[in-house]
């Protein structure tokens, strides 16, 4: 209920400080665009900003959560391929292995995790 009080104070705020401004102006349609001008701002404010700033993060999240798995499988290809062709020219099963232990070792700990947390 605060966050209502606090808006309709504002916008009572902003319609006097439109009206206000206006005083001078003898024409009514440029006060009733001034003061409309002023109420779509604040409500704006707080509606559609907070929206676009949610969706914003939200689209972002998505991103990360889909892109970010195709980089690291991309980076580890990449790697494996580097030093299957410039590094260890005959011994293509060096880097094999060597990537397969790194994997075994981090499912080991991730398992292990989970069964400690009881998941």
Same mark, same amino acid.
């Given at each position: 209920?605060?966050?209502?009080?606090? +808006? %309709?104070?504002? +916008?009572?705020? &902003?319609?006097?400080?439109?009206?206000?401004?206006? &005083?001078?102006?003898?024409?009514?349609?440029?006060?009733?665009?001034?003061?409309?001008?002023?109420?779509?701002?604040?409500?704006?404010?707080?509606? $559609?900003?907070?929206? &676009?700033? @949610? @969706? %914003?993060?939200?689209?972002?999240?998505?991103?990360?959560?889909? @892109?970010?798995?195709? $980089?690291?499988?991309?980076?580890?290809?990449?790697? =494996?391929?580097?030093?299957?062709?410039? @590094?260890?020219?005959?011994?293509?099963? +060096?880097? &094999?292995?060597?990537?397969?232990?790194?994997?075994?070792?981090?499912?080991? =700990?991730? +398992?292990?995790?989970?069964?400690?947390?009881?998941?």
């Amino acid at each position: 209920m605060k966050l209502f009080s606090k +808006i %309709s104070k504002n +916008i009572t705020d &902003e319609v006097l400080t439109a009206s206000k401004n206006t &005083e001078n102006d003898t024409d009514i349609s440029s006060k009733i665009t001034a003061i409309t001008d002023s109420v779509t701002k604040l409500i704006k404010k707080y509606t $559609l900003i907070p929206i &676009e700033k @949610v @969706v %914003s993060g939200f689209a972002a999240l998505m991103i990360a959560i889909f @892109v970010g798995p195709a $980089l690291g499988a991309l980076g580890i290809i990449a790697v =494996v391929r580097v030093f299957n062709n410039y @590094v260890l020219n005959r011994y293509v099963w +060096i880097s &094999e292995a060597t990537v397969g232990v790194i994997f075994f070792i981090i499912g080991t =700990v991730l +398992i292990k995790l989970a069964k400690r947390s009881g998941t």
